[in-house]
């Protein structure tokens, strides 16, 4: 449990400059499509201090695998799966450097077009340690979200101030 929990959040986030996450945000984002952690109200909070509005959404031809060593998602390509998300609209760039300060740097940062014709932002994981099954949205949910929600208010402060706030 405790290498589990240990890799629950990665020790370093984004290593970027400021100037390096403005280059990654500088098509001006709108809306972001979430499918693992972020989904959680919990999770939002401690890292933004709110919920922002969201919607169902669903990316077809991709799915949230299950990674090795990870309680968190990464969404790669599978043609003829859907992944199921939300779609967070309406958050200021504090926090949408704060979310991508959070995000590790192997998520690449991709617009995508969604299964109900909007298109979003979403962090696509590379490749590597992919599992074979999906995410399990209800484990995470029960065995994890209470201890990853309050580590990630702990480190919420720092995130903020990398990210230039």
């Given at each position: 449990m405790e290498k589990y929990m240990r890799d629950a959040i990665p020790a370093q986030h984004s290593t970027g400059s400021h100037s390096a996450l403005s280059n990654r945000l500088a098509d001006g984002p709108t809306a972001l499509f979430v499918y693992g952690t972020l989904q959680f109200e919990a999770v939002l909070t401690g890292l933004i201090g709110r919920v922002p509005e969201r919607q169902p959404a669903t990316a077809s031809g991709w799915r949230a695998a299950a990674l090795v060593g990870r309680v968190y998602p990464g969404l790669v390509s599978a043609p003829g799966s859907e992944a199921p998300g939300l779609l967070l609209t309406s958050m200021s760039e504090r926090e949408w450097r704060v979310l991508d300060t959070f995000e590790d740097d192997r998520y690449?940062?991709?617009?995508?077009?969604?299964?109900?014709?909007?298109?979003?932002?979403?962090?696509?994981?590379?490749?590597?340690?992919?599992?074979?099954?999906?995410?399990?949205?209800?484990?995470?949910?029960?065995?994890?979200?209470?201890?990853?929600?309050?580590?990630?208010?702990?480190?919420?402060?720092?995130l903020a101030a990398r990210a230039g706030y």
């Open positions: 690449e940062l991709r617009r995508l077009d969604l299964h109900c014709g909007s298109a979003a932002w979403t962090y696509i994981w590379p490749g590597g340690e992919v599992q074979a099954e999906n995410w399990d949205v209800k484990e995470f949910h029960d065995r994890h979200l209470q201890e990853y929600a309050a580590r990630c208010a702990r480190i919420a402060p720092e």
